[in-house]
């Protein structure tokens, strides 16, 4: 089976989402639409790590790869889950989606009142994958590993607290 990227498939799934669930939702920004930027296998372990912008949310995403290689925890929607990346160890919801299977996502912003622009959000997008990635360790992390506050997702933007 062919580990395709996630992009297209997540922004199909979302784009859904947009136009039923959350259609009408005071939260959303109506600047904003469903993309899925940049999203690569990453390392050592192959798993897909990327952002998704919606208006109602910008969360960093980290999805299994689909060959079943490696393995991937075995964990339940709500639960949560430390990764490592360069920059440090970062806590993940765990989620799920019919068409999507299981995946893990962490919040950057919710709800992203703060991008006037598409752009504005995909460039931030883009510097948090940057930021992410700065540092020499992309492995997952210790079930002791320290995570990282929110707030402190935030401040390796410098995008403030």
């Not at 979302?14 to 939260?27: S, V």
């Not at 969360?59 to 964990?75: A, E, F, R, S």
């Not at 991008?115 to 948090?128: I, K, V």
Request: aromatic share 8%; net charge neutral; charged share 20%.
């Amino acid at each position: 089976m062919k580990d395709e990227n996630p992009a297209p498939l997540l922004e199909r799934v979302f784009g859904n989402i947009a136009a039923t669930r959350m259609a009408d939702m005071p939260l959303a920004n109506p600047s904003l639409a469903v993309e899925a930027v940049a999203f690569r296998r990453q390392g050592a372990n192959g798993h897909w790590l990327g952002v998704l912008i919606t208006p109602w949310a910008m969360n960093l995403l980290y999805l299994p790869t689909t060959d079943g290689t490696p393995p991937w925890p075995d964990k339940k929607a709500g639960d949560k889950h430390l990764w490592r990346f360069p920059s440090g160890a970062y806590e993940f919801t765990v989620a799920a989606e019919e068409a999507l299977g299981v995946y893990h996502l962490c919040s950057l912003f919710s709800p992203p009142t703060q991008f006037a622009t598409q752009e504005a959000a995909r460039q931030t997008a883009c510097a948090t994958l940057a930021a992410l990635m700065s540092g020499d360790d992309d492995k997952a992390a210790p079930a002791d590993a320290p995570a990282t506050s929110a707030g402190s997702r935030r401040a390796f933007l410098r995008l403030g607290r």
